[in-house]
């Protein structure tokens, strides 16, 4: 096949993923998730286990050593059959505590230890280069096999040419894919689908390659049996130590691979998927290495010799002549690399932001978490830049390592990596005693020894190591040497880098833990993760509330955006029979919010931000207690006894709020009278007065037109003020005929704006609206919800006090309902006065100001109460911000009543 029709199925079969991912995402935000959240899903998902090692590698390894390739798939086949002793535990824990990532995992067991995110990060980063240079040199090498034919035109000029545009391309779609999501614990539909299609794809091609090579090469099973007796496969001396490590290694990788770890965890919607993944898993690779040893025997006995085995399931059918069939395999091939580079970058840059760059930027950063800015938008610019700093580090490791290396070899560093995290992991979720100091020194010390003697002599001799350190060790220690640590001798490499490095990692972790103590908050996560079958999400972190309600929606709202904010906020408050968009900030609300951003940011620093506005974050006696007891009977008492107590606190909180209200009502009502009574009292005197004059027969007729005149506008006034109390009599009482029509809501806003010019037409009034989104077709009564838009506008013309008055616009919609938000830029309406300005007795300002009675906002809620409707006060956006929400199309009394 020509080369260039290779690059155009390339950019063909690209395409088809981003339609299938852009399919699946946007069915996911329809709510129409059903079968893309399947255990079969979920099952291919786990399919990037199986990268361009397994699909090219495992036959090269299988030529070269033998069955021991078969150690790559036995370690994830033990864990997944024996999945209700770890990995059940591991999803339960991901899903109670919205873990992101598996440094957020570690950093969560041990007191939520940002230091510890850092370490666990760096360790994944650096492991993950050998493994995405893998990726990187199949794709490269599968194209030198097609382009060794191609014209001088579309030849490239080196292997490390064609390695950078894939890992240019790799880049753009896990961006484009990856990150369409702050929170990190929301499912990637369609990342996840497109990984779930590249399964299928590169399983059909590997067996279909088999079969090919089977029937079509050789003559059957029998000619393929007497082919492997006959090569040197057969006489493979099985070495018991070396298959028990790789066993073990691989079982380990399966655990602590971030990619496994993201697909496996946190992209799991449902427990129950892994008793379907725990057969289906494991048969899945068994079918992937069916025909590896077929392949590799038939490939050294067909293929002239010095062929590299690594490309045998591509250049078996291309020596064949068939190229058809050798498309496939490359395809095939091109699946298995590039789902694993999407998964790894997505997961490793969610690790460096959440635990590097957010923490970092809020060090530096006045004000902290205080200080009000975008943090969503650095989160997201951060992973971006990360998934592609981290395929730059990948294609570094690649170019400095010469690419020469056996595929399977260069796995393996990577395995061995990402191995030194297991010993913490499995001590955090099965160990209360384990400790964060452990936990650290643990793996920094088993991280260094990985790099000292397997990682940096990858690069060969004269590499990043010289010949005489490998030779001699440094400084002419022969006991230190990367390969002979401690003298020991005669050990395989990749062996000797394995048992010491995790040797000494599990007992610097296991000897400091013994030694030191658990903090408060460690304690209670210990117990949250060992016995998370016991309890719900997890007992508090925070004993006392205290931080105000309208300052955690202002950095929600930065983090989780305004909308997300919003409704979780008003949700919480719904929860504790509280009509606005304020809970009251119990320490239970403190901790769900925490968890929700925990999903966004990590648990360190979702717990270091709301730290800096909470009190109590130290943890109380009762939680302390709980802690330390172990007598079920006690804690369950313990927590029925502090809820009690809470529930007491927060009725008496809302009695308290009541009665001030009462009294605030009380005080509004008197004024009110008093208001009514001048309002009245001032134009009929007016009219009294001047009527008097009028009847004096000498007087002036201009006089008696200017008399008149003002006789009139007192009239005006006087019959305007009674308007109001009837027009809210009726509307209170539900005897309002509503005019229902249909309308662009475009059309209602740009009337309302228009109408609402003449409230003080002096001022230079700006203002922000996102016109296509206004252009929403509405059923209502249009008269009146225009009554409610000039209202609001005209207070904000009235009221703004900027020296710049802007008002913003901000149209949305969601489902059937659709909001309608106004937020100036002024300095907002007092707390104090927030839960009055509806109330019909309320005035927050002097008579002569307000121009009326009073009355606007509270007709303006009795005409959305009558429209199916809501209005209400947006706090924490700066200035004064309304909120009108009402369904697209009336609501049928049925509906309504439901």
């Known amino acids: 096949m020509p080369f260039n029709i290779l690059v155009a199925v390339c950019l063909i079969y690209v395409i088809l993923l981003f339609v299938i991912a852009f399919a699946a995402e946007r069915r996911a935000r329809l709510g129409r998730v059903g079968w893309l959240r399947s255990p079969m899903v979920y099952t291919l998902s786990l399919s990037i286990y199986c990268t361009a090692w397994t699909f090219y590698g495992a036959v090269g390894y299988a030529a070269r050593s033998g069955l021991e390739f078969a150690t790559i798939y036995l370690g994830p086949t033990i864990v ?3 999945w209700w002793v770890v990995l059940r535990k591991l999803v339960r824990i991901g899903r109670a505590q919205r873990v992101t990532s598996i440094a957020d995992l570690i950093s969560s067991r041990f007191g939520k230890s ?5 370490v666990v990060t760096v360790i994944a980063v650096v492991a993950a280069t050998p493994y995405i240079a893998l990726q990187l040199q199949s794709v490269t090498l599968s194209f030198g096999v097609f382009a060794s034919g191609a014209p001088e035109g579309w030849a490239l000029p080196e292997g490390n040419g064609t390695a950078l545009w894939v890992a240019g391309g790799l880049a753009v779609f896990t961006i484009l894919f990856g990150t369409r999501n702050l929170d990190a614990n929301e499912r990637h539909h369609g990342v996840v689908m497109a990984i779930a299609v590249e399964a299928v794809v590169k399983l059909l091609a590997l067996l279909i390659v088999g079969v090919y090579a089977v029937w079509g090469v050789a003559d059957g099973i029998g000619d393929v049996a007497a082919r492997i007796a006959a090569s040197p496969i057969a006489d493979w001396p099985l070495q018991p130590g070396r298959w028990i490590g790789l066993t073990f290694l691989a079982g380990a990788a399966v655990l602590t691979l971030p990619r496994m770890f993201q697909v496996m965890v946190v992209e799991n919607a449902d427990e129950r998927h892994l008793a379907t993944a725990s057969w289906a898993f494991p048969l899945y690779l068994m079918l992937m290495s069916l025909f590896v040893v077929p392949i590799a025997v038939i490939g050294l006995s067909v293929l002239p010799e010095g062929s590299n085995p690594d490309l045998f399931v591509l250049t078996l ?23 694993m580079v999407i998964v790894a970058a997505i997961a490793l840059a969610t690790m460096v932001s959440n635990h590097v760059v957010t923490p970092l930027w809020l060090s530096l950063r006045q004000g902290g978490a205080r200080a ?12 971006r830049l990360s998934i592609a700093g981290i395929l730059a580090l990948g294609y570094a490791y690649y170019s400095l390592s010469g690419g020469s290396a056996a595929l399977a070899a260069i796995g393996l560093i990577s395995f061995a990596g990402v191995a030194q995290i297991l010993p913490v992991m499995l001590g955090g979720i099965f160990w209360r005693g384990a400790t964060g100091r452990g936990a650290a020194l643990g793996l920094t010390v088993g991280f260094v020894v990985w790099i000292y003697t397997l990682y940096l002599p990858s690069f060969g001799p004269g590499g990043l ?20 640590l401690f003298g020991i001798e005669g050990l395989d490499p990749l062996l000797h880098a394995v048992f010491w490095s995790l040797s000494l990692n599990t007992f610097t972790f296991v000897f400091v833990s013994l030694l030191s103590f658990p903090n408060p908050l460690e304690r209670m996560q210990g117990l949250a993760f060992v016995n998370v079958y016991d309890h719900g999400p997890g007992p508090r972190g925070w004993s006392r509330g205290g931080a ?8 929600a709202q930065g983090i989780l955006g305004a909308a997300e904010a919003q409704e979780f906020f008003q949700a919480e408050a719904a929860a504790q029979g509280k009509a606005d968009f304020l809970p009251e900030t119990t320490p239970d609300f403190i901790d769900k919010l925490e ?29 302390l207690m709980a ?16 809820a009690k107590s809470e529930e007491v606190a927060r009725t008496a909180r809302q009695l308290s709020e009541a009665n001030e209200k009462l009294r605030d009502l009380s005080v509004q009502k008197d004024a009110f009278l008093s208001q009514i009574s001048h309002e009245l009292r001032t134009p009929m005197t007016s009219i009294r007065a001047f009527s008097e004059i009028l009847m004096d027969p000498d007087l002036p007729g201009e006089m008696q037109q200017k008399y008149a005149e003002i006789i009139h506008e007192e009239t005006i006034r006087l019959t305007r003020l009674l308007d109001d109390l009837l027009d809210l009599s009726v509307l209170e009482n539900r005897k309002v005929q509503l005019n229902i029509k249909v309308a662009n809501l475009h059309d209602l806003l740009d009337r309302a704006v228009q109408a609402a010019s003449n409230t003080r037409p002096e001022r230079t009034f700006t203002y922000h609206r996102d016109l296509p989104t206004e252009h929403i077709p509405i059923i209502t009564d249009t008269d009146r919800l225009v009554q409610v838009f000039i209202n609001l506008i005209s207070n904000a013309r009235k009221y703004c006090d900027a020296e710049r008055p802007e008002l913003t616009i901000l149209v949305r919609k969601r489902g059937g309902r659709i909001t309608v938000d106004f937020i100036d830029n002024g300095s907002g309406i007092p707390k104090t006065a927030q839960r009055l300005i509806f109330e019909k007795f309320a005035r927050l300002t002097d008579t002569q100001r307000a121009g009326g009675a009073g009355l606007g906002l509270a007709i303006c809620r009795e005409i959305m109460v009558n429209l199916g409707g809501t209005i209400s006060y947006l706090p924490g956006q700066g200035g004064a911000a309304f909120r009108v929400a009402l369904p697209s199309r009336p609501e049928s009394r049925k509906e309504a009543e439901g």
């Open 80 to 82: 997944f059959i024996g």
């Open 114 to 118: 940002n230091l510890l995110g850092v």
């Open 317 to 339: 059918p291309l020596a064949a002549g068939q190229e058809k069939l050798a498309t496939l395999a490359f395809l095939g091939g091109f699946s298995s690399a590039t789902s």
């Open 372 to 383: 009000p800015g975008d943090v969503r938008g650095l989160v997201l610019m951060s992973r």
């Open 465 to 484: 190591l010289s010949g005489a350190l490998l030779d001699r060790g440094p400084f002419g220690f022969g006991w230190l040497r990367p390969q002979a």
């Open 548 to 555: 105000e309600a309208e300052d955690l929606l202002i950095m």
């Open 595 to 623: 968890r929700r951003l925990a999903g966004a940011v990590g648990a360190a620093t979702a717990h270091a931000m709301i730290a800096q506005f909470a009190v109590g974050a130290a943890v109380s006696a009762q939680d």
């Open 627 to 642: 802690v330390a007891s172990e007598a079920q009977q006690i804690l369950e008492y313990s927590a029925q006894l502090e």
